[in-house]
């Protein structure tokens, strides 16, 4: 079955970039989607099928893969940034869905 | 826009049987799946099961047999049912929909959260 990886935390300042791997299995044949979770609140997509943004995400909010990783990445970070951030891809091969273990954005 | 509202009981003693319905407002509960995903105090999301409005299902095998989602398209909801609950079925549980043709979760509830304590 697929399992993802990530960092438990990254930290940016203001105004900098953050940056979030996601590792798998040859994500050549996997869409990635990116999440935003707010303590206490739901997760909220942030970016869909590798590097689209649903309506009303910002631009700063980006993403890429290549090969066994994939990177979210947020530009001029601010402070309403921090939340957790979850990679989730379908397993096509049972039809299941795996998350990442999600990496806690802290600004500086 | 679509709105989706879990309820349920808020404590489950264990060994006995954990019943969420979700309720879709705003839309159709037709060519979508339907999906329950929990998060356990403190930690990461687990997606548990989806069904589709056709009523076919696809379920975490690592719930083996405890887990059963159904679907009501007749009043737009759909339910979870999950049997023999321990401490560790302690979760935040989150209904989420899932586009026929991209594979993300697009629309969540707010989640509600059960509590399996004797």
């Known amino acids: 079955s697929f399992v993802l990886t990530q960092p438990p935390s990254v930290s940016a300042a203001p105004g900098k970039t953050a940056t979030i791997s996601c590792g798998g299995n040859n994500f050549e044949d996997h869409s990635v989607h990116w999440y935003q979770q707010k303590p206490g609140q739901a997760p909220v997509l942030v970016i869909y099928?590798?590097?689209d943004r649903p309506s009303g995400i910002p631009e700063r909010f980006s993403a890429s893969t290549s090969g066994n990783t994939a990177t979210l990445i947020i530009s001029r970070v601010e402070a309403g940034d921090e939340a957790d951030y979850y990679c989730q891809v379908w397993d096509f091969s049972n039809d299941h869905y795996v998350f990442g273990p999600g990496t806690q954005v802290t600004v500086l | 826009q679509v709105q989706l509202q879990e309820s349920g009981p808020g404590l489950v003693k264990p060994s006995e049987t954990l019943s969420l319905t979700c309720t879709v407002s705003g839309g159709s509960i037709g060519n979508y799946y339907w999906n329950w995903i929990r998060q356990p105090p403190g930690k990461g999301l687990e997606w548990l099961g989806y069904v589709y409005y056709s009523g076919s299902t696809n379920y975490n095998p690592s719930l083996k047999r405890r887990v059963t989602i159904s679907v009501d398209s007749s009043k737009n909801q759909f339910s979870l049912i999950l049997t023999s609950v321990t401490a560790t079925d302690s979760a935040v549980y989150f209904c989420?929909?899932?586009?026929?043709?991209?594979?993300?979760?697009?629309?969540w509830g707010r989640g509600t959260t059960v509590t399996v304590f004797s």
């Open positions: 989420a929909r899932r586009d026929y043709y991209d594979s993300n979760f697009d629309v």
């Open positions: 099928n590798d590097n």
